[in-house]
């Protein structure tokens, strides 16, 4: 392979690849307009920008063969994007060449409630199935803050999460078997709609892989039983520092959450004046507690939850009993803290929202730390994460069209990152690596790590030319390194 498969393509070029990317899908299937193309310029990682030159949408398996046949004849990279939700640029052109939008491979193609699977196409959008689930008396656990627009394929990209996870488990836990377009155009089926296989745990390699070993075109998902009720209950604190304690008593009691919530006073104002669901205020953080199961148990649950909540000085606002996730008041609640992060837009014209990880009982460490960043670097910080299981989303506010303001925010990241990493955690928990945060792979990984990682990628992907400088910061093959760029957008 050559060393330019990243450089920009001629004019004859291109009219080759266009010409034959519509042969394959049709001309109303494929963007090539710079106008079109500056939709797809990011993710929700808006500080990295990179316009590709083509943008495909197949409709079939056999499209997304035919489209990596292409690209492979013309030496271009590709990647692959779903909804663009993900916040870490792992959907970026690096590079430029074709990208794959899998948003038109929408489809739900069986559910069997009674063996607890599901097999849906990778653009079918996270919510759709639990909509199409309803009535069966079973769910797909998964549910990111995203639901409403993420997709599945997107989902397993990332090995993304959620507010129930702390319970029922990440993507990872409910996924059973994937079909991918390896980087050499052929399909091959990992794993099966058995919930476990002989043999190595090749699903689970590929869940979380971010697009850089193939691009998935089926998923087959594992369904969970619905728990016969539960109960959630709205904790006040008058500061972050006691809700997070209260958080570690939680656990420390026994108790097993399905979901464990915190929201800081600037989260607390924005989703009350978008939604007014009727949070106080004036409290210095909220925690959403929420316990499911059987429902004889329900009642003895909320009492030792809120005998926690008391003892680190709190108090239960509202609790809510329910026998299915349907109910207004319940839904209500979820609405809120599931939009969290659109009600941010209210507050500030641009955001970067960070995914670290940091044991449980390092809660009120990080987020003193935080504090002291968003002093340091004059940047407000917003706070909303699964605090069950140590995961923060801290949401720095500020103007892209500032180049100061830029710098400043890559910076705090950067050290709220380290300070995870210093404190027993991670620099991702859901949002994955992509562009973001390759340089902080190196202070997680010895190099010997990272380079098997590396093998591990080019046995899948071995000229690189699927997914280009995402994930792992290390070279070992000949695709050019380009840089996206960093720059406002037009």
């Excluded at 653009?123 to 769910?139: F, K, S």
């Excluded at 919930?195 to 998902?221: A, Q, R």
């Excluded at 539960?230 to 209260?246: M, N, P, Q, Y």
């Excluded at 670097?377 to 506010?397: C, E, K, Q, S, T």
Aim: hydrophobic share 40%; with cysteine.
């Amino acid at each position: 392979m050559s060393a330019t498969a990243a450089q920009p393509a001629t004019a004859s070029t291109a009219s080759r690849l266009l010409a034959d990317l519509r042969a394959v899908v049709g001309a109303e299937n494929v963007l090539h307009h710079h106008d079109e193309l500056l939709v797809y310029e990011c993710d929700g990682y808006v500080i990295e920008k990179k316009v590709p030159d083509v943008v495909v949408f197949p409709t079939s398996t056999e499209h997304v063969v035919a489209i990596v046949k292409v690209c492979n004849a013309h030496d271009v990279p590709f990647v692959p994007r779903g909804a663009g939700t993900s916040l870490a640029g792992g959907t970026l052109p690096v590079g430029g060449g074709v990208m794959i939008c899998l948003t038109r491979m929408k489809r739900i193609l069986e559910i069997n409630a009674r063996d607890r699977y599901a097999i849906v196409e990778p653009g079918a959008v996270n919510v759709w199935l639990t909509r199409a689930l309803a009535g069966t008396g079973v769910h797909f656990a998964p549910d990111p803050s995203s639901q409403t627009a993420c997709t599945i394929g997107g989902n397993v990209a990332t090995n993304a999460g959620g507010p129930h996870t702390l319970k029922y488990g990440v993507t990872v836990n409910h996924v059973r078997g994937v079909e991918i377009v390896l980087p050499d155009a052929s399909v091959v089926q990992i794993g099966g709609v058995a919930e476990d296989d002989p043999g190595y745990d090749l699903t689970g390699l590929v869940v979380g892989s971010e697009g850089t070993f193939g691009i998935v075109t089926k998923v087959i998902v594992g369904l969970t039983r619905n728990p016969e009720g539960g109960r959630t209950l709205l904790g006040v604190f008058d500061s972050v520092e006691s809700a997070t304690e209260a958080v570690s008593g939680i656990i420390a009691a026994g108790i097993v959450p399905a979901a464990l919530e915190m929201l800081d006073n600037i989260m607390v104002r924005a989703v009350e004046d978008a939604f007014h669901f009727g949070f106080p205020v004036e409290a210095g953080a909220v925690l959403i507690m929420e316990v499911d199961g059987v429902e004889a148990a329900m009642d003895r649950e909320a009492r030792a939850i809120t005998e926690v909540v008391h003892a680190h000085g709190g108090t239960v606002d509202k609790a809510i009993a329910w026998r299915t996730r349907k109910e207004p008041e319940y839904m209500a609640i979820w609405k809120s803290r599931k939009s969290a992060f659109g009600a941010i837009g209210r507050v500030s014209p641009t955001f970067c929202t960070q995914d670290g990880v940091v044991p449980r009982t390092m809660l009120p460490n990080i987020l003193r730390f935080m504090e002291g960043v968003s002093k340091r670097y004059d940047i407000r910080i917003a706070n909303v994460f699964h605090a069950g299981d140590g995961n923060i989303h801290p949401i720095l506010m500020f103007d892209e069209r500032d180049p100061d303001q830029v710098k400043r925010v890559l910076d705090a990241s950067h050290e709220i990152l380290e300070e995870c990493i210093r404190l027993g955690g991670s620099v991702t928990g859901e949002h994955g690596i992509g562009v973001e945060k390759m340089a902080m792979m190196p202070k997680l990984f010895t190099p010997d790590d990272l380079a098997a990682m590396a093998a591990v990628r080019d046995a899948f992907n071995p000229d690189g030319r699927c997914s280009p400088s995402k994930l792992l910061p290390t070279g070992g093959h000949c695709i050019e390194r380009a840089s996206p760029g960093r720059r406002a957008s037009a």
